[in-house]
Structures are given as C-alpha cells and as structure tokens.
C-alpha cells in the first residue's frame, strides 16, 4: 500500500494540490484580496518566522533552516537580489516550510531555492514549492479580477508589466503563472466562502 501510493504521487503531476490548500490557508488566515501580497503581514502572523537579507553565493537565492520541532523557521535571503526576487524566493521557503516540514520531508530541517538550470528538470519539491510561491503571490482568481480581460493565449507585454507591477512579482514570474491562468478551464477557486 505505502509503496503504492509513493509511486504514484512520484508519477503524477498534480501533488500540487497540497501547495495550493497550504496557501488557501495562508490567504483566508490573512484575509488576502488584493494584490500584492503583504509579507509583513504575514511576518506579524507566524512569528516563528525571521528573515534576514545576507550576502549568499551566487547561483543561490535563499536557504531556510528549521528547528526540529518546526517552532523556529530562519529564512536567508539573497540581499543583492532584486525586490520581486526576493519575494518570490521568500514564498518559496515558506512552502518548504509550511508543506515539506509538515509533510516530513526536509529531513536534515533545510533547504535552498537555487538558480534554475536551462537542462534537466527541477527536482518534485523544488517544483512544488514553485508552484505554492506562485499561487501565493499571484492566486488566479486574483489573476482573474485584476486583469482587464480575459485570453486564452500569452498576453501582450503591457499587460504583462502591469500585472507583475501590481503584484509585485518579475516578469518571468508573471508570464508563468499567466500560463497557468491561460490554459485554465476559467473555473477558478477562491479561498473563502
Ligand atoms: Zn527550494
């Protein structure tokens, strides 16, 4: 059975689903409805958290390391990085956080977000922590109401900058999730009732 169910969560896509509830939460515990996302805010509700901005190889964006007991989280950023750079990275720990501590897999009680690499896929949780940054920051429902209409193809530049302007996140950011919400069925789920 435990073999079973490790393959197939190994083989499909959408383990997704942890991330997205992971940041359902977050948004209904901080009441999220406009962009950008608020770290502070969020800072000031999980105290656990402390976030430092330090100098930090290059290639290496950010690193968080745990207590065993998960009570204290300490997030190191890279300082030179750009703002919505560090945002995205910040989010990032905090999935590995909120859903990989959790679930017991940082094992050793740490992990990196490291430049992508052109060849070669990102490894399942570095994916997964990705995806949960991306619908933390940029919830495509948000996506949805922001937006001043509705593609199902790339959109045009502009726009693009627009929306990583409002929300505080790269371009590079933006374009993926834009993939997301483009491909999407238009169904989108909101966190609230
Ligand atoms: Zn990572």
């Not at 435990?2 to 977050?26: C, F």
Request: glycine letters at 4%; hydrophobic letters at 35%; charged letters at 30%.
């Amino acid at each position: 059975m435990q073999k079973a169910a490790r393959t197939r969560s190994a083989h499909s896509a959408p383990t997704y689903e942890a991330a997205q509830s992971v940041v359902d939460a977050i948004h209904q515990r901080l009441d999220f409805r406009r962009p950008p996302f608020r770290f502070e805010e969020f800072l000031s509700a999980h105290d656990a958290y402390k976030v430092f901005e330090v100098d930090l190889p290059l290639g290496l964006d950010g690193r968080i390391f745990l207590t065993p007991d998960g009570e204290q989280k300490t997030i190191h950023l890279r300082k030179d990085n750009t703002r919505p750079r560090l945002r995205f990275t910040l989010a990032h720990e905090i999935i590995h956080a909120e859903l990989h501590f959790a679930q017991g897999h940082l094992r050793d009680l740490t992990a990196c977000r490291t430049v992508e690499h052109a060849q070669g896929q990102r490894p399942q949780l570095e994916r997964e922590a990705d995806f949960g940054a991306a619908a933390l920051l940029m919830p495509l429902w948000m996506l949805d109401e922001a937006l001043p209409y509705r593609l199902r193809h790339d959109y045009p530049d502009t726009v693009v900058r627009e929306m990583s302007r409002i929300f505080r996140v790269s371009e590079t950011a933006m374009k993926i999730q834009l993939k997301r919400y483009t491909s999407h069925d238009g169904d989108f789920h909101r966190p609230y009732s």
